[in-house]
């Protein structure tokens, strides 16, 4: 088996409702997540898979949803919610909202479900995805 990986990367705020620490508060993160692909041999290109029509699918996915906006839990009580909502939504931003807490946990969960239904046409096989949510801490999704 051969195996690819390409990064996509985006800004957005979160919050942890709940956390007993400073991730309660809204805060900003530069993302990073490794998309990695495998394949039982290479196609008549060379190649496992096309990093354009990974760009194009995922990395546009991510740029509409994830990017420069506020990734929040459904139901998040903090009362400035309200207002992050009219205001993103005024300025093209609208927030994304998750059945869980955004976490790099969830987050990695919620991106794998999305980009096997953007790829499900394609064939290609997704094998893992590591999101960093800082350079020092990431959460891995695995195809089982
Ligand atoms: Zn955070």
Known sequence: MIECTRRIEWDAMHRIPGHESRCRAFHGHRYVAEFTFVAPELDELGMVVDFGL?????????????????ILMRGDPDPAVPLL?????RLGRPVYWMDGPPTAEN???ELAHISKSLLADTGISLKRIRLWETPNGSATWNED
């Open 54 to 70: 990974l760009k194009d699918r995922i990395g546009g996915w991510v740029d509409e949803k994830w990017d420069h906006t506020a």
């Open 85 to 89: 909502v009219r205001s993103n939504a």
């Open 107 to 109: 987050m990695v969960a």
